[in-house]
C-alpha cells in the first residue's frame, strides 16, 4: 500500500510542470466563466459562457478538449464525457514523460508533417490515446 502512494506522488510531481501550465490556463478559463470540477485523478475544466456566448467563443478552438498534465480542459460539459478516456490516457502519458511530454509531442507531430501524414492524427502520442480509450 504504501509503495503505491508513493509510486502516485511520484508520477504527480513528474507531471507536475506541466500540471502547473494546465492550472495557469484553467484559471484564465475560470476567470472567463468557466466551470471546474474535481475528477478522480485530475481537475477538469469547462468553458462556461453565461451570455450565450460559448458556441461563437467554442468555434475558434481546434480542439474540443485537452490535458495538461493532470489538467483536463474542454469546451462543454459534453465535450468533457465525450472525451475524458482520451485525455485520461494522454495524464498516463504525462505521467511517464514529464515535461519532456510537450517537445516530445510536438517532435512527433513534425516528424509526421514531415514524411506527409497528418501531424496530429498520425502523431504516435494521438495513436496510442485513440487505441487506449
Request: with cysteine.
Amino acid at each position: 500500500m504504501a509503495g503505491g502512494a508513493v509510486n502516485r506522488v511520484a508520477k504527480l510531481a513528474w507531471a507536475a510542470p506541466c500540471s502547473l501550465v494546465g492550472l495557469v490556463v484553467a484559471l484564465g478559463v475560470a476567470a472567463a466563466g468557466g466551470r471546474w470540477r474535481r475528477g478522480k485523478e485530475t481537475l477538469e475544466v469547462t468553458w462556461r459562457d453565461s451570455h450565450g456566448l460559448c458556441g461563437a467563443r467554442a468555434r475558434r478552438f481546434r480542439f474540443r478538449a485537452m490535458a495538461l498534465g493532470h489538467v483536463i480542459l474542454a469546451i462543454t460539459p459534453d465535450d468533457l464525457e465525450c472525451s475524458r478516456a482520451h485525455e485520461l490516457v494522454h495524464v498516463r502519458q504525462y505521467e511517464r514523460w514529464g515535461l519532456v511530454f510537450f517537445p516530445a509531442y510536438a517532435a512527433s507531430s513534425v516528424w509526421q508533417w514531415m514524411r506527409g501524414r497528418n501531424a496530429y492524427l498520425d502523431n504516435r502520442f494521438e495513436v496510442e490515446a485513440r487505441q487506449r480509450d
